[in-house]
């Protein structure tokens, strides 16, 4: 079965450093997202992604965040400088039936900032 | 504001009886609900979708009710297995909603 794919699987960093993190979503899939959840809490959704431009995003998604597809399978968010508050599990997830409808998920990037 | 409310404490049952599990929201009106799974350190996984005209929907041991008027959600699943234990989130969304998971209820199923 088709499955995201995201790399790495952890990434420690220093507070105020960039990182990129990495996602393959299903290949025929048309819309992407990126969630994160923080130890204990809840999924939160982060920004989504169709037709190659942000087509919604929350609060948390402030300047400090973007999200690129650099070519046809790669999906990326990138975090500028990162804070301590960002350490968190980063979920990558892919849509084909349409926005926000029955999101595959993948496996989470665990991002630590020190 | 928007808000998702699941049970909060673990639901603990005995291998082949039936879980069930409660979504309710307040504040909006979702065009439809989803639930999926997520096992510790792993992505949520897809489980049901039921849009707001469906009353019920199956599939093999798990059924999904969702009552607009009630604004509530209720995810079974029958002859439980302990390979069901998992936490269950409900996300309602759709229509000009971004779905939000809740919080997640834990299930524990005993042997």
């Known amino acids: 079965e088709p499955e995201v794919t995201q790399t790495p699987s952890h990434q420690v960093t220093q507070m105020g450093q960039e990182v990129i993190l990495r996602c393959v979503p299903i290949?025929?899939?048309?819309?992407f997202y990126w969630y994160r959840q923080i130890l204990g809490q809840k999924v939160e959704f982060l920004v989504s992604?169709?037709?190659?431009?942000?087509?919604?995003k929350s609060e948390i998604f402030d300047d400090q965040f973007s999200v690129e597809r650099p070519d046809g399978s790669n999906f990326t968010l990138k975090i500028r400088s990162t804070k301590l508050e960002d350490s968190a599990m980063y979920f990558c997830?892919?849509?084909?039936?349409?926005?926000?409808?029955?999101?595959?998920f993948g496996s989470g990037t665990q991002l630590s900032v020190l | 504001s928007q808000k998702i409310e699941q049970n909060s404490e673990a639901l603990n049952i005995q291998e082949g009886k039936t879980a069930t599990l409660t979504c309710n929201y307040t504040?909006?009106?979702?065009?439809?609900l989803q639930w999926y799974r997520q096992d510790p350190g792993r992505g949520p996984v897809f489980l049901l979708l039921?849009?707001?005209?469906?009353k019920e929907k199956r599939k093999e041991r798990l059924k999904v009710t969702f009552d607009t008027t009630l604004k509530q959600s209720l995810f079974h699943i029958t002859a439980s297995q302990p390979a069901d234990s998992a936490t269950y989130l409900c996300?309602?969304?759709?229509?000009?909603?971004?779905?939000?998971f809740g919080r997640g209820t834990s299930l524990i199923v005993h042997p």
């Open positions: 997830a892919s849509s084909g039936q349409g926005a926000f409808e029955k999101l595959f």
């Open positions: 290949s025929n899939h048309l819309y």
């Open positions: 992604f169709y037709n190659n431009e942000i087509s919604e």
């Open positions: 504040n909006y009106s979702p065009a439809y």
């Open positions: 039921i849009r707001e005209n469906e």
């Open positions: 996300a309602p969304s759709g229509g000009s909603y971004i779905p939000t």
